[in-house]
């Protein structure tokens, strides 16, 4: 749980106040800086067959980067909203979270109109539908159209936004709750979660199946993010702290690389017990198995006690590349949706060795950063409010 430590040195509880921004109307960069690492990953996991995702999460473990930035996400609706609530009341509070909410189902839309289109450009509704999941788009398009809107209906890669639309939508509730009852409504969070490793609790989606992250199993990851913000982190210091769940946890970490590495390497499934095959598998990221869940944990456990928790945060070229990013994590998120297609492509159909695969990844990244300046630039001058950077 110790994880946003990294990215921030307060605890903030929402019975005072819990700032996004400090007194003088900066952001707290550290939030901004993890969410655009985050971004720079989740483009780089989402180019299909690119060697560079072994420089993120994904190939080391059970959890990845969806993982983190689900739980960041949560810990900063609480920051801007919980901190907002005692000098702007409820009726602002809630305002501010159904329009955040409608902005992403106004995002999704606008990414699931570009990506079809971009589809269609470079594949003439042949191509690439089957990678995609625009095939139904270009058989019935109407209904497809219908049941976007509905958000039954996603794209490969856009289909966590549904997801956030609906915990958007229900912040103010929580925020309600765990201003209350927080430790009742971190136990009702775990309990849906349950139901959905026991019963398959889920969201349907069109033709057929479920929503890819199902919001009842990923509003887990979200809830404790916030309960965490909201003063949560103070009631579990002492354990995360603790030298016993560090080395717990470290063990768990090594398990699950072992488990993780066997993907890629046949030779160290001999190493893994059929028993132990049986217990862990399948591992559904869709539902947020258990294990993931735990490796989670597990890495916010190490990442707290393994960095230093105090001391001023510099900030490099590097750093401010990935604040640009994070702080524009809507439209950066949709951007690496579309690049990473267009990636893919590239390595299809022109090159597929490692050297184009860096700089189809680089070329990303640099087109990210470069449209995420921007949009900061046009922000500063667009409208008055705290200064983002």
């Known amino acids: 749980m110790g994880l946003i430590e990294t990215?921030?040195?307060?605890?903030?509880?929402?019975?005072?106040?819990?700032?996004?921004?400090?007194?003088?109307?900066?952001?707290?960069?550290?939030?901004?800086?993890?969410?655009?690492?985050?971004?720079?990953?989740?483009?780089?996991?989402?180019?299909?067959?690119?060697?560079?995702?072994?420089?993120?999460?994904?190939?080391?473990?059970?959890?990845?980067?969806?993982?983190?930035?689900?739980?960041?996400?949560?810990?900063?609706?609480?920051?801007a909203y919980g901190g907002a609530l005692p000098e702007q009341g409820w009726l602002t509070v809630i305002a501010r979270a159904l329009r955040r909410s409608f902005e992403i189902y106004c995002a999704f839309l606008l990414l699931f109109v570009a990506y079809v289109a971009l589809v269609w450009l470079v594949g003439g509704g042949e191509r690439y539908v089957d990678e995609t999941n625009t095939g139904f788009f270009f058989k019935d398009p109407g209904a497809a159209l219908v049941h976007a809107a509905m958000l039954q209906y996603t794209p490969v890669n856009t289909d966590i936004l549904p997801t956030f639309v609906l915990l958007h939508l229900a912040f103010p509730l929580l925020l309600w709750l765990l201003i209350r009852i927080p430790t009742t409504t971190l136990a009702a969070s775990f309990l849906v979660y349950l139901m959905v490793q026991l019963r398959s609790w889920h969201v349907p989606a069109w033709p057929t199946g479920e929503l890819y992250f199902n919001p009842f199993a990923f509003q887990l990851l979200f809830v404790i993010g916030a309960w965490y913000a909201g003063g949560g982190g103070n009631m579990i210091r002492p354990l995360a702290r603790s030298r016993v769940t560090l080395v717990v946890a470290l063990l768990y970490l090594?398990?699950?690389?072992?488990?993780?590495?066997?993907?890629?390497?046949?030779?160290?499934?001999?190493?893994?017990?059929?028993?132990?095959?049986?217990?862990?598998?399948?591992?559904?990221?869709?539902?947020?198995?258990?294990?993931?869940?735990?490796?989670?944990?597990?890495?916010?456990?190490?990442?707290?006690?393994?960095?230093?928790?105090?001391?001023?945060?510099?900030?490099?070229?590097?750093?401010?590349?990935?604040?640009?990013?994070?702080?524009?994590?809507?439209?950066?998120?949709?951007?690496?949706?579309?690049?990473?297609?267009?990636?893919?492509?590239?390595?299809?159909?022109?090159?597929?060795?490692?050297?184009?695969?860096?700089?189809?990844?680089?070329?990303?990244?640099?087109?990210m950063i470069v449209a995420a300046t921007l949009a900061t630039w046009e922000a500063q001058l667009d409208r008055r409010g705290p200064k983002l950077f």
Not at 56 to 78: A, H, I, P
Not at 331 to 336: F, K, V
């Open 7 to 79: 990215v921030t040195n307060d605890q903030p509880k929402v019975a005072k106040s819990a700032p996004l921004h400090d007194q003088k109307g900066r952001r707290d960069l550290r939030l901004d800086i993890c969410r655009g690492l985050a971004l720079w990953f989740i483009f780089i996991d989402h180019i299909p067959d690119n060697s560079l995702a072994w420089l993120t999460l994904r190939n080391y473990g059970f959890s990845d980067t969806t993982e983190v930035f689900v739980f960041v996400s949560g810990y900063t609706c609480m920051l």
């Open 254 to 367: 090594l398990f699950s690389l072992v488990i993780a590495l066997s993907w890629q390497f046949d030779v160290l499934k001999l190493l893994i017990p059929d028993d132990v095959s049986g217990w862990i598998y399948p591992i559904y990221k869709s539902h947020l198995a258990p294990v993931r869940l735990l490796h989670f944990l597990a890495l916010a456990v190490v990442v707290s006690q393994l960095t230093l928790r105090k001391g001023r945060l510099g900030v490099p070229s590097l750093a401010i590349a990935m604040i640009r990013c994070g702080e524009n994590s809507l439209s950066m998120y949709c951007l690496g949706v579309l690049l990473s297609f267009i990636g893919q492509v590239i390595l299809s159909d022109v090159s597929g060795g490692f050297v184009a695969q860096l700089w189809v990844s680089v070329a990303g990244i640099a087109v």
